[in-house]
């Protein structure tokens, strides 16, 4: 049978001081320990490696961005390239926040920045429709979500998918899983990161949860046992599939 879970650790870095966190809510409400940490860190490709792609920054007139690490890295590529990005260049975001996160790099309303309404893949592919005529450079990681990518390919548009970034195990070895009976995972590298860090890592009764569903096939196919699973139609929320799993097992208890 589970134990009482006493000790939580979430694959994320902590929240700023002020800000608030659902999570520490949840550990007032079942009184766990709460502990955060990043398990994977990202890092960009060399500009001399991404010159074997033979892409020139310049060939394109528009940019698709979908987070706020790539548009750290399209800008680092440009300047280690030494390229100069025309204010004509079109940059299309799949949020707002990804669109005003670009102020760090360009007086915003001086651009031609554009986002979606919501930030469903169909969305941004409405978006896209508007302006097909353009030329699109996507950057991408080795890892993400893959809707968006997808979809283009069953259009016409001409999207060129090029690695600017990649999201790596960090080194965590530091830290004593044993103190742990409950850790949460939202990205398939964070398994591997687990396993990299800790080979000897043996499950026991510790619980594991997996935020999307490459992540809960990367903890099956460690070997692992899945106990807890979002987003789904019950829980959309990582939050509240653990508030649901904690209450279940509270219950069971008494």
Do not use: W
Request: hydrophobic share 40%.
């Amino acid at each position: 049978m589970t134990t009482k879970v006493k000790n939580v650790l979430i694959s994320q870095p902590p929240p700023l001081e002020g800000e608030k966190s659902p999570y520490k809510d949840l550990a007032e409400k079942f009184n766990f320990k709460l502990g955060f940490r990043k398990f994977i860190k990202v890092e960009g490709v060399p500009a001399k490696e991404f010159r074997k792609e033979r892409i020139n920054l310049l060939d394109f007139s528009a940019v698709i961005l979908t987070s706020k690490n790539a548009v750290d890295h399209y800008f680092r590529m440009a300047k280690e390239m030494r390229v100069d990005i025309p204010i004509e260049m079109k940059y299309l975001c799949t949020s707002e926040s990804t669109a005003l996160y670009m102020q760090n790099y360009v007086q915003y309303r001086k651009r031609k920045i554009f986002f979606p309404k919501n930030q469903t893949p169909q969305a941004m592919l409405d978006l896209i429709h508007k302006h097909r005529a353009e030329k699109f450079l996507f950057p991408i990681s080795n890892v993400g979500r893959a809707d968006l990518p997808k979809a283009l390919e069953k259009t016409k548009y001409d999207v060129t998918k090029v690695k600017f970034y990649r999201t790596v195990p960090d080194d965590v070895s530091d830290l004593k899983m044993s103190g742990f009976n409950m850790l949460v995972f939202f990205s398939p590298i964070e398994i591997k990161s687990l396993l990299d860090n800790f080979p000897k890592f043996r499950q026991g009764q510790t619980v594991i949860a997996a935020f999307g569903s490459a992540t809960a096939e990367a903890v099956e196919k460690a070997g692992l046992k899945l106990q807890i699973s979002a987003p789904t139609p019950e829980f959309p929320s990582m939050t509240a599939a653990i508030d649901a799993y904690l209450t279940t097992l509270a219950k069971t208890k008494k």
